[in-house]
């Protein structure tokens, strides 16, 4: 019999996971699957990190790591932290997690109590609602859309704080849309939080920060007037295509780091040992593998958006970060092949995949049921040839 905790049967299954899952379900039957459900870069790990990394299983970086990250490791993440955003962070105030969703999950857990409410912007990353859930937090949702940009307004979120507001997300470059907020816009919304009657937190998911193609990356953590509310949460698995080492961090005011550090100590001590020295050189080396990807991703971001106006039932944006599309479905429900009727953006992923066999998300998983979502992280043919089958089984609904 089971009898698994509230806490996990309230808990979703991560619909980006489970779609990757069916697609190697699909090819390992056989079938030419294109995997564009999956948030990865396809990109290696650059030589001197890796190079790294084997230095240290010599020089036996084999034992327990401090809790929140080697002195070196805090080191070199506060001298990224001043050199590449101009934003000052003792060691102190940076805690290394086993990835940056560790580290969200360090963070939500240390500020939420039950019946706190988490303002998400959606579409939001999916892990961001089930976290506050698993604090018995309570999320409050504010809608965007394509037309806006996929951004939150000062007066949305004017309207969506209360009394019980303790949190708020924001992601950018975001997943699931590649929206990039401006530093005027990201300022706005710093002073909605700094002029609300009580405390409100800021957790600034910045892990895409190098995937960006249009500016310099823009922190609301830059202002000093709202610092002290804000946690910054980035790590080495976009940037340095590095999401199989499992390192993410947060900078903070010291006593939310605090706060993390002692609950990491109980749930899983210190990240990995040779993931650390390797993220020291990821860190503290200027390299141009990471223009090399970023221009790769932009390459394929205007082929992608190019080639999807050939699907007229499709409506696109342009993302500015990151590597996802994020196209509105929705003129897609209710039709049919003669076979298959689509009623919502889970049916039609599921359409796309039997048929097209292209494994895409749909927007549901993150909020945003009307939309479906996309990952050009591959290369130029597999897209080329993804867009080309999407087309042909979308032109038979009707």
Not at 23 to 32: E, F, I, K, Y
Not at 119 to 129: G, K, N, T
Not at 288 to 301: G, H, Q, T
Not at 304 to 330: C, H, R, T, W
């Amino acid at each position: 019999m089971e009898d698994v905790s509230l806490r996990v049967s309230s808990l979703a299954i991560s619909q980006t996971l489970a779609m990757s899952q069916k697609s190697r379900d699909l090819q390992a039957q056989g079938h030419d699957v294109i995997n564009l459900s999956v948030g990865e870069p396809d990109f290696n790990t650059p030589e001197h990190i890796k190079e790294a990394a084997i230095k240290a299983i010599k020089d036996n970086y084999s034992h327990y790591s401090p809790v929140p990250g080697y002195p070196d490791l805090l080191e070199a993440i506060s001298n990224k932290l001043k050199r590449d955003n101009n934003l000052e962070y003792k060691k102190d105030q940076i805690v290394v997690s086993n990835g940056a969703k560790h580290s969200l999950a360090n963070i939500i857990l240390s500020l939420v109590n039950k019946g706190d409410e988490v303002i998400v912007p959606a579409p939001y990353w999916v892990s961001y609602v089930e976290l506050v859930k698993l604090a018995e937090g309570e999320n409050v949702i504010i809608q965007t859309n394509i037309d806006n940009d996929f951004k939150i307004t000062p007066e949305q979120l004017k309207s969506a704080i209360t009394p019980k507001t303790k949190v708020l997300f924001l992601c950018s470059p975001s997943n699931p849309t590649g929206s990039l907020y401006t530093k005027e816009e990201l300022k706005a919304i710093a002073e909605v939080i700094a002029n609300a009657d009580h405390d409100i937190y800021i957790i600034s998911d910045e892990i895409y920060e190098h995937i960006n193609f249009e500016s310099t990356h823009e922190s609301i953590a830059q202002f000093d007037f709202i610092k002290d509310k804000v946690i910054v949460v980035n790590g080495v698995s976009k940037g340095y295509a590095m999401t199989g080492w499992r390192i993410g961090f947060i900078a903070a005011p010291q006593w939310i780091a605090k706060a993390c550090n002692k609950i990491q100590g109980q749930v899983t001590s210190g990240a990995s040992s040779i993931s650390q020295m390797a993220s020291i050189a990821a860190f503290n080396t200027e390299s141009n593998c990471i223009k090399d990807m970023v221009k790769a991703f932009k390459r394929r971001r205007d082929l992608v958006v190019e080639l999807m106006k050939d699907i007229e039932g499709l409506k696109n944006n342009v993302p500015q970060g990151a590597f996802y599309l994020f196209p509105e479905a929705s003129s897609y429900f209710g039709k049919s092949d003669g076979e298959t009727t689509i009623n919502n953006s889970e049916e039609l992923c599921m359409y796309i995949l039997e048929k097209a066999l292209v494994a895409t998300v749909p927007g549901s998983a993150f909020g945003s049921p009307d939309y479906i979502r996309f990952s050009y992280a591959t290369s130029d043919e597999k897209l080329v040839e993804a867009i080309k089958r999407m087309k042909n089984v979308l032109d038979k609904l009707k």
